[in-house]
C-alpha cells in the first residue's frame, strides 16, 4: 500500500464543465453530479511529491537567503571600502595641507630673515659710509689746514726776505753817496716790484701746488672710500648669497623630507587598504566556503536518505516490476494465441484437408518460438 496524502490541488480548483447532450437528460445530470464532486474535493497527491516539493521550496528559500546574505555582505564591505577610502583621503589632505602649512612658514621666515638682513646691510652701509665721509672730510680739513700753515710760513718768509732785501738795498744805496735820491728810489721802487712780483709768483705757485695737491688728496680718498665701498658690498652680497644657498638648503631638505613622509603615507595607506580588501576577500570566500560545505552535507544527506529510502523500497519494486514482467508476458501470449487461432482457421479453410496436420505442426513451431522470443 502507498502512503498518500490530500492535497489540494490548483487543476483541481478548475472549472470542469462536460458538455450537456440533450438525447439524455438522466446522463447529463449524473455528468453534471460527477463535476460538481470533482470541483468540491481535491485531488490526492502522493506525499513523496509533497515532501519532494517542501523540500525544493525550503532549498529556492535557503538560496535566496543565501544570495541575500552575499548581496548584503557585498554592500557591507562596499561601505567599508568607501569609508576606508574617505577616511584616508581626509588624511591624505590634512597631511598636504600641514605641508603647505610648513613651506608657507618656511617661506615667510626667509623673507623675514633677508628683510632683516637686507635692513642690518643698509644701516652698516649707511654707518661706513657716514664713517668714510666723515674721515675724507677730516682729512681734507687736515691738508687745509696743513697748506694754510704752509702758505702762512711761506709768506712770512717772503716777508722776513723782501725786509732783509729791503734794508740790505737802503745800506747800499746809504753808501753810494754820488747817486742821486731820485734814482735810489726809482731803483728801490723796481727792485720792491720784482721782488713783489717775484713773490706773488711763488705764492702762486705754491697755491697752485697746494691745489693740486689737495685735489690729488681727494681723489685718493674718494678711491679708497669707493674700494672700501665695494669691498664693503662685496662681502654683503656674499653674507646675502650664502644667507640664500643655507635657505635654499633648509627648503630643499624640507621639500625631501615632506616627499618622504607622503611616501611613507601613501604606502601605509595602501598597505591598510589592501589589508581591508584582503580581509574582507577572505571573509567572502570563508562565507562561501562554509555554505559550500553547508549544500555539499545536505545533498549528501538527501543523498544518503534517497539510497536509503531505495534500499528499503528495492523489493516492492522488484515485485512489483515482476508483476508488470507477468502482465506483459500474459498479455502477449493471448495476443498470440489469438493470432494463432485465426491464422490457423484461416489456414485449414484455404488449404486442403490432407495438409492440415503439417500446417498445425509449423504454426505450433512458429508460436512456440515466438513465445519463447517474448519470454527472452
Known amino acids: 500500500h502507498r502512503d498518500h496524502a490530500c492535497v489540494r490541488d490548483e487543476a483541481g480548483d478548475r472549472d470542469i464543465r462536460p458538455e450537456l447532450r ?40 535557503v538560496r535566496r537567503e543565501q544570495m541575500s546574505g552575499y548581496k548584503r555582505m557585498q554592500r557591507q564591505h562596499q561601505k567599508q571600502l568607501i569609508a576606508l577610502e574617505n577616511r584616508l583621503k581626509a588624511e591624505m589632505d590634512e597631511h598636504k595641507l600641514r605641508l603647505q602649512k610648513e613651506v608657507e612658514t618656511q617661506a615667510n621666515n626667509t623673507y623675514i630673515e633677508l628683510e632683516r638682513l637686507a635692513k642690518k646691510q643698509a644701516a652698516q652701509l649707511d654707518k661706513e659710509m657716514k664713517a668714510s665721509a666723515a674721515e675724507e672730510k677730516r682729512i681734507q680739513q687736515q691738508i687745509l689746514v696743513q697748506q694754510k700753515k704752509e702758505l702762512t710760513t711761506f709768506l712770512d718768509t717772503q716777508k722776513k726776505q723782501y725786509r732783509l732785501c729791503r734794508e740790505r738795498m737802503k745800506e747800499e744805496m746809504n753808501e753810494d753817496s754820488d747817486t742821486p735820491k731820485e734814482e735810489k728810489q726809482e731803483r728801490l721802487s723796481r727792485h720792491k716790484e720784482t721782488m713783489q712780483r717775484s713773490q706773488a709768483e711763488e705764492e702762486a705757485q705754491l697755491l697752485n701746488q697746494q691745489r693740486l695737491v689737495y685735489e690729488r688728496s681727494c681723489r685718493a680718498l674718494k678711491r679708497r672710500s669707493l674700494i672700501k665701498k665695494h669691498e664693503f658690498e662685496q662681502e654683503q652680497m656674499r653674507e646675502e648669497l650664502n644667507k640664500k644657498k643655507t635657505q635654499k638648503e633648509m627648503e630643499h631638505a624640507l621639500m625631501i623630507r615632506q616627499d618622504e613622509s607622503t611616501q611613507e603615507l601613501e604606502q601605509r595607506q595602501l598597505q591598510t587598504l589592501q589589508r581591508l580588501r584582503f ?9 562561501e566556503l562554509e555554505n559550500q560545505e553547508e549544500y555539499n552535507s ?7 536518505r534517497k539510497h536509503a529510502l531505495e534500499r528499503r523500497q528495492q523489493p516492492r519494486n522488484l515485485k512489483t516490476l515482476e508483476m508488470q514482467i507477468k502482465k506483459q508476458f500474459q498479455d502477449t501470449c493471448k495476443v498470440q494465441n489469438k493470432q494463432y487461432k485465426a ?20 504454426l505450433k513451431e512458429e508460436q512456440t518460438r515466438k513465445l519463447a522470443q517474448a519470454g527472452g
Open 343 to 362: 491464422l490457423r482457421n484461416h489456414q485449414l479453410e484455404v488449404s486442403p484437408k490432407s495438409d492440415h496436420k503439417a500446417i498445425l505442426k509449423s
Open 22 to 61: 440533450p438525447s439524455s437528460f438522466h446522463k447529463s445530470r449524473a455528468r453534471h453530479r460527477r463535476s460538481s464532486i470533482r470541483q468540491r474535493f481535491a485531488i490526492i497527491t502522493p506525499a513523496s511529491l509533497v515532501s519532494e516539493q517542501i523540500q525544493e521550496h525550503e532549498q529556492e528559500v
Open 298 to 304: 545536505r545533498r549528501q544527506r538527501e543523498l544518503h
Open 279 to 287: 580581509e574582507l576577500m577572505r571573509h567572502q570566500h570563508q562565507t
